[in-house]
């Protein structure tokens, strides 16, 4: 937008050609600099110092060679790559085992720490990730403490609903609704049930 705004009188009314591509150019990178700042990004460390430079290579080779078997039936390029994943999970598996014990011995508070190694190892200890909105009666709410008071509303009054919505469809001649289970859950609950999928993942996935 800024570059609209220039006039570029010392470029149009110039009559040195070196002159009006200095001018240009100073005129050019001001606007591109002040458009487009520098801006230092902190490398993310990694919090996982069993994962050697050995370890990443070895791991970038077997992706490597995992690539080359998806095309490629030669029986003997298979055993090897199963061998040699065998191998790098039992090194990673060593690396894991050596860093533990140590974080362990210079623990202060063993327990502690044993108690934090097996969260993180079972992926207890990941952060929660917090309903950023929700849309109630229309409206989106953004309040966190709206949120849980609306969520805690609904669970503490959707047992005597469900029994009104039964008695109701009872009164009305809907019988059915009674003896069919599947009936019953169509009925009180409109909306589907939202898909979840699971996912393992092994020490052979780290990468």
């Known amino acids: 937008m800024n570059l609209s705004y220039e006039t570029w009188e010392q470029v149009f009314d110039g009559n040195d050609v070196n002159e009006i591509f200095n001018s240009f150019l100073n005129t050019f990178l001001r606007i591109y600099y002040s458009s ?17 430079p050995g370890i990443i290579t070895s791991c970038k080779r077997k992706r490597e060679l995992y690539k080359e078997l998806k095309n490629n039936n030669n029986t003997t390029l298979a ?64 309040d966190q403490q709206t949120i849980a008071e609306t969520f805690n509303e609904y669970f ?28 019953f859950m169509e009925q009180a609950f409109t909306n589907p049930y939202p898909s979840m999928k699971w996912k393992c993942k092994t020490t052979e996935e780290i990468e």
Request: proline share 2%; aromatic share 6%.
């Open 36 to 52: 487009f700042p520098l801006i230092r990004a902190r490398k993310k460390l990694n919090q996982n110092s069993w994962i050697t």
């Open 79 to 142: 055993s090897y790559y199963r061998d040699y994943v065998r191998i790098l999970s039992r090194v990673i598996r060593e690396a894991k085992i050596t860093e533990n014990d140590q974080l362990v011995l210079n623990s202060h508070n063993k327990v502690k720490t044993t108690w934090g190694i097996k969260n993180k190892e079972s992926g207890k200890n990941k952060k929660r990730s917090e309903t950023q909105a929700l849309n109630i009666e229309g409206k989106k709410i953004t």
């Open 156 to 183: 503490i009054t959707i047992a005597e609903n469900v029994k009104r919505q039964i008695k109701n469809n009872f009164i009305n001649g809907d019988t059915n609704i009674m003896v069919s289970h599947p009936r």
